[in-house]
């Protein structure tokens, strides 16, 4: 197995790495929203909430199996409207990230008011602002950096690290990622959890504000810095 670091991460520069780590803080803090609010789920991964829909099917309730299957229709949206937006899976910097974004920033701030009034259509905005962030990502890393769930990332770290004790070589920028990306989106739902506390699903407003912000300095960015795709 070839176990290089893929050129495309190498290739990236450090505002992408600050930028994967901001999102990744963006995603726990939306999840912990989800977990905290009137229906008690994730919104930010789909292991759990296919589970739900299996339960569902079992038990043949159809109105969770509607909200089960609606939620993950929006992240499977949300994923095909980056995939549209950004359309190729190879690092491009000029791509369009921060139309993205500003479409993410703005489902978020759609969704505040709703899941703060139980309104479902609030989760299915948020499931797909997820699905948009988690794809666009995987766009500029080669899917080797995923901001919006942890199960890949804590595998690859102890894969890493067990590979490290049996004495191979492994390139430390592998565990760094991980950790990047582990610690910032804890650090998103500590954040959600403690913002919950105070203002309950308003909280919402910090990672809709913060992903319309990295929207706006990477349209900016993109215009004024980089140099035009020939």
């Known amino acids: 197995m070839d176990r290089s670091i893929?050129?495309?991460?190498?290739?990236?520069?450090?505002?992408?790495?600050?930028?994967?780590?901001?999102?990744?803080?963006?995603?726990?803090?939306?999840?912990a929203v989800g977990y905290l609010c009137f229906r008690h789920q994730p919104v930010t991964h789909l292991t759990g909430t296919s589970t739900m829909l299996g339960i569902a099917?079992?038990?043949?309730?159809?109105?969770?199996?509607?909200?089960?299957?609606?939620?993950?229709a929006s992240f499977v949206l949300g994923a095909m409207l980056s995939g549209f937006i950004v359309q190729q899976r190879t690092l491009q910097l000029g791509r369009r990230y921060g139309v993205v974004?500003?479409?993410e920033?703005?489902?978020?701030?759609?969704?505040?008011?709703?899941?703060?009034?139980?309104?479902?259509?609030?989760?299915?905005?948020?499931?797909?602002?997820?699905?948009?962030?988690?794809?666009?990502?995987?766009?500029?890393?080669?899917?080797?950096?995923?901001?919006t769930h942890l199960s890949g990332?804590?595998?690859?770290?102890g894969m890493y690290l067990g590979q490290r004790l049996h004495g191979e070589k492994v390139d430390t920028l592998r565990i760094h990622v991980c950790l990047l990306v582990a610690s910032a989106f804890i650090a998103g739902a500590t954040l959600g959890a403690l913002g919950f506390t105070y203002v309950q699903e308003r909280v919402l407003l910090i990672p809709a504000a913060l992903t319309g912000v990295v929207?706006?300095?990477?349209?900016?960015?993109?215009?004024?810095?980089?140099?035009?795709?020939t």
């Open 6 to 31: 893929p050129s495309v991460i190498r290739q990236l520069p450090r505002w992408a790495w600050i930028g994967g780590g901001l999102l990744a803080l963006a995603a726990g803090c939306i999840n």
């Open 101 to 103: 974004l500003t479409i």
């Open 105 to 147: 920033s703005l489902l978020l701030f759609a969704a505040t008011p709703l899941i703060h009034d139980a309104k479902d259509l609030g989760l299915y905005l948020a499931s797909a602002a997820c699905g948009l962030q988690n794809a666009m990502v995987s766009t500029y890393s080669g899917a080797t950096l995923r901001t």
């Open 215 to 229: 929207g706006l300095g990477y349209a900016i960015y993109r215009h004024f810095i980089l140099p035009r795709p």
């Open 57 to 72: 099917l079992a038990h043949g309730d159809r109105m969770e199996l509607l909200h089960w299957a609606g939620t993950i």
């Open 153 to 157: 990332i804590f595998t690859d770290l």
